[in-house]
């Protein structure tokens, strides 16, 4: 039976990261969660930091993305971000550092919390997509 697919592209200023036909695609715009599949509704929302959930054949795929803008056309889904990366591509160490020096941060109450915060949400995605 044929069953159509949904492309996604995700783009940095340095890479593309990911480009497939998938199935499915799960995220969090402005709005909240959004489950994306052939045939939505054309959307433009911007992008926080957040995970990029990729179903596709039964697999199921993560990417840690922050910040950005989330296109979606009727056949192709667009996520233009400042960063992403795929589990393969996280370095769990730098992201652990980078949770342990965010949190410090923000215990401290020194510096900017809203910074501090941004950067616990990135690392702490990162480290639920490197498991
Ligand atoms: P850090 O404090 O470790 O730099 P960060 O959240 O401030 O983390 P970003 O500004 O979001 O980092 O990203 C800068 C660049 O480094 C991006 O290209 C991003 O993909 C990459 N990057 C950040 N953290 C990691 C990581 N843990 N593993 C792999 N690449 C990472």
């Known amino acids: 039976m044929f069953m159509s697919k949904i492309h996604l592209d995700i783009v ?40 990029v959930r990729v179903k596709n ?33 996280i370095d769990k160490n730098r992201a652990l550092q980078a949770k342990e020096r965010a949190e410090k941060r923000i215990h401290s109450a020194e510096g900017d919390l809203i910074r501090a915060e941004a950067a616990l949400l990135r690392s702490m995605n990162r480290l639920r997509v490197a498991k």
């Open 12 to 51: 940095t200023p340095e890479k593309k990261v990911y480009s497939e036909d998938v199935d499915m695609i799960i995220t969090r715009a402005a709005n909240g969660d959004i489950g994306i599949m052939p045939k939505h509704a054309p959307l433009v929302s911007p992008l926080q930091a957040t995970i």
């Open 57 to 89: 054949d039964g697999q199921e795929e993560e990417i840690a993305v922050s910040g950005g803008f989330l296109e979606v056309r009727p056949d192709q889904v667009t996520i233009l971000a400042e960063s992403a990366e795929t589990a393969s591509e």
